[in-house]
Structure formats: structure tokens, C-alpha cells
């Protein structure tokens, strides 16, 4: 391919002229989505990104199976290699990074960002920012997990903030825990 001369960007250019998505494919997979319909609002780049029978709306996806398995879920962003993979149903999360998010399904309110932030909650209104920051997390609520592998280890516990690498992160259980500093 050598590219067009003399071309317009008003009269030449890769889309649709009617309300209909405009979906890419690789090996016959979808790999991106720009949808047209104003009352969905999804869209979506990278291999097998989005679902592509997605019912929910305001959906953003960017990356390999980033929210790959939404169904209903609304007003979720996911930017990176299965950033969300799991969400169906979930609504408002944030996940960026590889594998943030990953497993949540129906959470609500959750912000991940770090390569496995979040990794493994199922439960909502959770913040994580660091790299595995709160990665074992799985029924843990209200935790607030600042600093690469702050609450690590942390499974089932409830209300933590730990602020600073590696705080609180051999923490498995507990209640109303507080950690600043490494």
C-alpha cells in the first residue's frame, strides 16, 4: 500500500455515511468499534476488545480483551491487556493496566490503575493505584490501596487504606486498618 494523493478528508475517508458502528477486525476478530448510535456511546480498540453484543452503554475499551465479556454494564473505561476482562454487568469502573480489574463482574465504583490493580475483587467502591496494588483483593470493600503492592495479600477485609509501597501488604484479613509510609 502506498497511500491516496489528492484526496479530502470532507469527500475521502474510512467510515460509515449512515448510523451504523464502524467495526475493524484482524483474522476475522473485532479489533475495534466506533459506534454511531448516540444512545450506546461504546467504543473500543485492540483485539477482541469490547463485546460485541454489548447491551450497556457509555463503554470504553482499549486494549487486548479489554472488557471483553461486558453485557449491560454502563459508563466503564478500561485502557490495557485484559484491563476488566471479566465485567459484565459492572457499572462506573476504571481499570487501566494490564490485567486491572480483571475479574470483577457486576462491581460497582471501582478505580484500578497499575498492571494488576484490582486484580481479583469481585466487590465494589475499591481504589487502587500502583502496580499489584491490592492484586488478592477478592470480597474486600471500601479499600483504598496507594503505592506498588500496598494491600497485596488482602482477600476479604474491609475499610484499609494503606498509602506507600508495600504498605499493609502481607495483610490477609481485618477491619479498619490505616498504613502511611513503606
Known sequence: LSGNAGTSSVNN???TTDNT????KTNNQQSGLIEAD????NNAFGNRAINMAVLGTGNNAFGYQALSKISTGNNNVAMGDSAS????TGFGNISIGADA???????LGNI??????LKNTVTSENIAIGNSAA??????????????????NNQTS???????????????????NIAIGF
Open 21 to 24: 458502528a464502524l467495526i475493524l
Open 135 to 152: 492484586a488478592a483483593n477478592s470480597t474486600g470493600a471500601n479499600v483504598l490501596a496507594i503505592g506498588a503492592n500496598s494491600l497485596a
Open 38 to 41: 448516540s444512545t450506546k456511546r
Open 112 to 117: 484500578a490503575i497499575g498492571s494488576n490493580a
Open 85 to 88: 476482562f471479566n465485567i459484565t
Open 13 to 15: 475517508f474510512v467510515g
Open 158 to 176: 474491609l475499610t484499609h487504606m494503606a498509602i506507600g509501597n508495600n504498605a499493609l501488604q502481607q495483610l490477609i484479613t481485618g477491619q479498619e
Open 101 to 107: 480489574l480483571a475479574t470483577a463482574g457486576a462491581a
